[in-house]
């Protein structure tokens, strides 16, 4: 194989009862027994891929304060930059999740990696003078990591079996929040150590140089598809299968379009997907603006003096940055446990455990918001739940696609999952909630109590959507037997 961007084998495009018309009593290739150590080794390499990913995407959040006084920015161009970020996520996504399912996903990988590192990199050089490129910078960094939030997660979905396959991918999915909360310590803790932000944006692009070294020595040009016939051959080794008839041919591979609608017409690809977007909505508004509200809920309680220096005090941010890390490991690693084992006795467990922790997150959210003007602590404590519960839900929900959707539609579902739910949540939720915290801020004087009343107000928002994507989740569960036994067909 060349190293060029080339096309799947054929073979490896035809799925489901395509693969029936093989000729008759030939042992089908490409049987496997299962995992080998390479694959996990492998998975890991996607994991450390998947860590310097979400550290690159919060590394703005964990210094946002120095960010704000040095380009002068309102709450509401403050939030712009997430926005523009996500915005350019989303719309490389679907490009991504078309090139994932027909072209070599391993060079996909490195372009993305060695692209959003050389980004980041060049960021951290501008100048006050230069906010634009600066914005601009951060659109792109979201280009490159499309890349790889698509790709990777199917890659380790052709690697293992079903229920390797959910440990796998919660492990995965754990470095979400744990390199969201490294993002955070990271950019505030060389902010803090050089006296200068700008070195946040100089760590993550060396550890991009490590996995691309990584992702080409280690990982194969091409990992076979783990279908439902692929299963049969590893268990039994063998198959005879139909002849395949004079004037027969092969399923052709289905277009972008009819894939679209295939998937518009899957009920739990859709709801459970607004139900993600929900939760996006929640993590975006909470992962851009929790520092910035504690800091002015402190300043409120003359815990804090407004910030005058250069370099403003960051323990908000690695205090945050813990809670994510600590909150995210045993929010994903209890969400896998949990749907484990209750798999068992409800086919319809996945959803309803979606549903259930997003309810009790929305609360535990409106609490740490009422709380906080009197009690910093208890404004933590009740933060860590929320984020907790919203952690329970990231392998699960992916889980839930890749089972209710044919692995051949598999990257084109992550990737129109992904554009929808950064499209309707996290594109839009930290300039929203920005945008009203200023409008609300110029109905009054300029004083300290407003400027944390003006947050504190915007944020309710994220709890009433939390409710919204409980209730999504909760009408997954109506439909999610009779799509997965589809998808099985």
């Known amino acids: 194989e060349s190293t060029g961007l080339q096309c799947q084998p054929p073979e490896e495009l035809i799925y489901g009862a395509a693969v029936t018309h093989v000729r008759q009593g030939a042992a089908a290739p490409g049987a496997r027994k299962g995992p080998a150590k390479r694959d996990y080794l492998v998975a890991a390499v996607l994991c450390y891929g998947n860590l310097i990913n979400f550290m690159d995407w919060f590394i703005v959040p964990g210094i946002l304060l120095d960010v704000q006084k040095y380009f002068e920015l309102s709450d509401g161009h403050t939030g712009l930059l997430q926005t523009v970020f996500i915005l350019c996520y989303m719309l490389a996504a679907p490009i991504f999740g078309y090139l994932g399912d027909r072209y070599n996903r391993k060079i996909i990988l490195a372009a993305g990696i060695c692209f959003w590192s050389a980004v980041t990199l060049g960021s951290s050089f501008l100048t006050e003078l230069y906010s634009w490129i600066f914005f601009l910078s951060r659109g792109l960094v979201g280009i490159g990591t499309a890349s790889y939030s698509t790709v990777a997660p199917t890659m380790i979905a052709d690697l293992f079996e079903e229920g390797q396959r959910t440990t796998m991918l919660s492990i995965f999915y754990i470095f979400i929040p744990v390199g969201s909360g490294l993002g955070y310590v990271l950019a505030a803790g060389m902010a803090e150590l050089t006296g200068d932000w700008h070195w946040a944006f100089r760590i993550t692009p060396c550890m991009g140089g490590l996995a691309l070294v990584l992702l080409i020595l280690l990982v194969p040009h091409r990992t076979q598809r783990r279908t439902a016939f692929h299963r049969a051959l590893s268990i039994s080794g063998t198959i005879r299968v139909k002849a395949e008839k004079p004037g027969e041919q092969r399923a052709a591979k289905a277009t972008w379009c009819q894939d679209v609608l295939a998937l518009a017409k899957n009920w739990s690809f859709v709801w459970s997907s607004l139900g993600l977007t929900a939760m996006a909505f929640v993590t975006g508004a909470l992962g851009m603006w929790v520092p910035l509200f504690l800091y002015r809920a402190q300043v409120v309680q003359g815990l804090v003096s407004p910030c005058l220096q250069e370099t403003c005090n960051s323990s908000n941010s690695l205090i945050f940055g813990g809670i994510t890390i600590g909150t995210g490991i045993l929010g994903v690693i209890a969400g896998a446990e949990a749907a484990r084992r209750l798999r068992k006795v409800n086919n319809k467990a996945d959803p309803l455990i979606c549903a259930a922790s997003m309810f009790i997150s929305a609360l535990c959210l409106y609490i740490a918001l009422m709380v906080a003007q009197t009690s910093i602590l208890s404004t933590f404590i009740f933060l860590a739940f929320g984020e907790l519960f919203l952690s329970v839900n990231w392998a699960v929900v992916t889980d839930i696609l890749l089972y209710v959707v044919t692995p051949r539609r598999?990257?084109?579902?992550?990737?129109?999952?992904?554009?929808?739910?950064?499209?309707?949540?996290?594109?839009?939720?930290?300039?929203?909630?920005?945008?009203?915290?200023?409008?609300?801020?110029?109905?009054?004087?300029?004083?300290?109590?407003?400027?944390?009343?003006?947050?504190?107000?915007?944020?309710?928002?994220?709890?009433?959507?939390?409710?919204?994507?409980?209730?999504?989740?909760?009408?997954?569960?109506?439909?999610?037997?009779?799509?997965?036994?589809e998808a099985e067909r």
């Open 410 to 485: 598999q990257s084109t579902a992550i990737a129109l999952q992904i554009l929808v739910s950064h499209l309707l949540g996290d594109a839009g939720s930290p300039y929203l909630i920005g945008t009203i915290s200023s409008a609300i801020q110029a109905r009054h004087a300029p004083s300290v109590q407003w400027s944390f009343w003006s947050m504190q107000y915007s944020f309710i928002l994220c709890a009433f959507l939390g409710v919204c994507g409980g209730g999504f989740f909760f009408l997954t569960s109506f439909y999610i037997e009779e799509d997965r036994k």
